[in-house]
């Protein structure tokens, strides 16, 4: 018997990353699955933020070159970012083990799709594997180093918020493998993607996701009462819910999605008259059931928005497609008191602004009292879609357009948005407003890029000062000011910089007030030693 | 025995994570089967917060079915009628005016008088949620809120 543990879903994933024998954690925070690379760096494991997701994971990628094991952390949205390395990783033959854990969140408990990230590892063509809770979470993320160094190939780890956050019991088994040894050997025919080598790796592919059926159908787990009157077929904490909703049912519990347990899910539907499929999100099961000639009983469309619940699979089981009830609203989320985006949007809103934002904390921006937000895409997209803005809008319009980032999300992908203001510049110039208040802060107080301090806190080697670069890229004007102390100088400012044709970042410095303590606790610390 | 659910809400900020972290801990160092979930992200921006906690011999989903609640204790009276839907008929409310706040060495304990209270319904020994309030506050806030929750007790 192992330790008997109460863990969070993220927090088992980071246990078994490193028990598993970690070289490195590499990720960019998103909820909800920033709480990862913490508890790896907490258990003794390497770990770092990139600057986003599509670096995180090529950086996981090199390290699984020279053989060690990499885990990459992102939420749904960050494996668009990463998608590019993704398709051709699945390609590769990689010596060592690439985990990549997507969280997905249906219902939007804090995000602005809800994507299914299911439908990527089909897509590529990368296996997925799926789990229930903190100890399928634990269990299933050895078994992905596993399967990765047996097929070397990347093995994509999906769970939803509800995995992420939620706590349980958790024992952990015995391994404990440091981390593995690294070395290089050169294969370029199975590393390096020119077309003559890729059509030989694709076939190798399919041909092994082939092979990957069989660890599909022994990856399964039958649950609920296997004599019962009807069947369900379910993935992820659906099981969960359908063994409470539906007591008497027999449940089969995916727990590799992609590919798929077709055999089983064939053996274990004909055993019934009826056979439901319980999923959140987009019909990946059930599509998989149907075009496999399996009979299920699918989903109204009223399910696929949303998370479910046991209350919502009692409904769905019993065909109830009528109108649910609207939870009590509680009270919303709003910019903290002291926040310093507080002035900021104040003179946005009150210069008339057409206002380009982008995802953090400031997004709040467009509730009342502010009102001050026009638009949001994805990360870095404040500053790019202002540039369309002012190429489009006729001029007295274009005036008014300011781009709004936080300083992460400016290291993520905004700093592409100022290659794009330099090389086609707009007639009427652009105006980019940068909100560093010096952390990550919507996310849970991460550090990034600029803030000096590495994952753990510790002095970095290196920082990036966000003056400094736009300045070189032939940014016209760079300002920095704090808009709480000085707000009618910042009005001005605004002001006089949209009546120019110039090219301006104005950046908008004040530490976070929830952070502050904690970085001067931090810069304290290092001062200790 | 059959599954305990119980639910904690209030505003970011007032420790309702934090309650129902000791909770847990109480129930898990009983030996039980449990869970316990919320949701984090942008709730944490002083908007309204929930978190769940279940145990029993063998818990299934970790979300409370909604009219289920055993307990509901609220930590600002303003999220009762937001949440009075969670709680089954016959259940439990515990709210702030129940507590003599004035007796509150720190007004911040509220969280931990309040599952005080909550505790002189439960059967978990008095050794048990001290060792649960040890082990998930810091040493230095630990008088303080032994006192609350011995304050809690008292409020029934």
Redesign the interface.
């Known amino acids: 018997m192992g330790e008997r543990l109460f863990l969070s879903g993220n927090e088992a994933i980071a246990l078994a990353a490193v028990d598993a024998g970690l070289n490195r954690g590499v990720g960019y925070p998103g909820t909800p699955s920033s709480e990862i690379l913490d508890n790896v760096s907490k258990n003794g494991g390497a770990a770092e933020w990139a600057p986003n997701e599509k670096c995180a994971l090529e950086v996981a990628a090199g390290v699984s070159f020279a053989g060690g094991n990499a885990l990459v952390t992102m939420k749904h949205v960050g494996l668009n970012v990463a998608a590019d390395p993704l398709f051709t990783l699945a390609y590769i033959s990689i010596p060592g083990g690439l985990v990549i854990v997507s969280a997905d969140d249906p219902g939007m408990a804090s995000s602005q799709n809800e994507q299914d990230n299911r439908n990527y590892a089909a897509a590529a063509g990368v296996m997925m594997l799926e789990p229930a809770d903190s100890q399928q979470a634990y269990d299933l993320t050895l078994k992905a180093f596993e399967l990765s160094r047996e097929f070397h190939m990347p093995v994509l780890l999906r769970v939803t918020t509800r995995v992420c956050h939620s706590k349980g019991v958790a024992v952990r088994g015995g391994v404990r493998n440091p981390a593995h040894p690294t070395a290089f050997e050169r294969d370029p025919r199975t590393r390096v993607m020119i077309p003559a080598f890729a059509r030989i790796a694709h076939r190798r592919l399919r041909s092994e996701l082939h092979k990957l059926e069989d660890v599909a159908n022994s990856l399964t787990a039958e649950h609920g009462n296997p004599e019962g009157s009807f069947g369900i077929i379910a993935s992820g904490v659906s099981v969960l819910h359908a063994m409470e909703a539906a007591p008497d049912a027999a449940i089969l519990q995916v727990m590799m999605c992609n590919p798929m347990p077709i055999e089983k899910m064939r053996e274990f539907a004909v055993r019934f008259k009826r056979c439901f499929v319980v999923e959140e999100g987009d019909y990946v099961l059930e599509n998989a059931c149907r075009q496999n000639g399996i009979e299920v009983i699918g989903r109204p469309e009223l399910y696929r928005f949303g998370e479910l619940n046991v209350a919502r699979v009692r409904r769905l089981l019993a065909g109830d497609t009528t109108p649910e009830a609207a939870p009590v609203p509680g009270k919303p989320p709003e910019l903290c008191p002291g926040c310093p985006h507080r002035k900021t949007f104040e003179a946005l809103r009150d210069l008339g602004c057409i206002v380009s934002g982008d995802i953090g904390c400031y997004t709040l921006g467009v509730l009342p009292p502010f009102s001050a937000i026009d638009s949001c895409v994805c990360m870095g997209a404040s500053i790019t879609v202002g540039l369309g803005l002012r190429h489009a809008l006729p001029e007295t319009e274009a005036r008014k357009v300011v781009s709004v980032i936080g300083d992460s999300t400016f290291w993520h992908t905004g700093v592409n948005g100022i290659v794009e203001m330099v090389y086609n510049r707009p007639k009427t110039g652009h105006v980019v407003l940068i909100l560093d208040n010096s952390i990550t802060a919507m996310t849970g107080m991460q550090e990034n890029p600029g803030t000096g301090r590495r994952l753990d806190h510790t002095p970095a080697d290196g920082r990036l000062d966000i003056e400094a670069v736009v300045k070189a890229m032939g940014v016209d004007n760079v300002d920095v000011i704090d808009t709480t102390v000085q707000h009618e100088e910042f009005r001005e400012l605004l002001a006089r910089r949209l009546a120019s044709n110039d090219l301006t970042v104005i950046v908008a410095r004040r530490v976070c007030v929830i952070a502050a303590a904690k970085i001067k606790s931090y810069a304290a610390a290092t001062e200790v030693k | 025995m059959k599954t305990v659910n119980i639910t904690f809400a209030g505003?970011?900020g007032q420790g309702v994570l934090t309650a129902t972290d000791v909770l847990?801990?109480a129930a898990?160092s009983a030996g039980l089967?449990?869970?316990?979930?919320?949701?984090?992200?942008?709730?944490?921006?002083?908007?309204?917060v929930s978190s769940e906690v279940r145990y029993g011999e063998k818990?299934?989903?970790?979300?409370i079915?909604?009219g289920e609640s055993d307990f509901l204790v609220v930590t600002d009276a303003?999220?009762v009628?937001?949440?009075?839907?969670k709680l089954k008929s016959g259940g439990v409310l515990i709210t702030p005016e129940m507590i003599d706040i004035a007796g509150l060495g720190n007004k911040k304990a509220l969280n931990i008088a309040l599952l005080g209270l909550l505790s002189t319904y439960l059967d978990f020994l008095g050794e048990t949620w001290k060792a649960a309030l040890a082990g998930e506050l810091p040493a230095k806030l630990h008088e303080v809120n032994f006192a609350a929750f011995e304050l809690g007790k008292r409020s029934r």
């Open positions: 505003l970011g847990a801990a898990f089967d449990v869970k316990k979930s919320e949701v984090h992200g942008m709730s944490q921006r002083g908007g309204s818990v299934a989903s970790p979300m079915p909604a303003a999220q009628d937001v949440n009075r839907g």
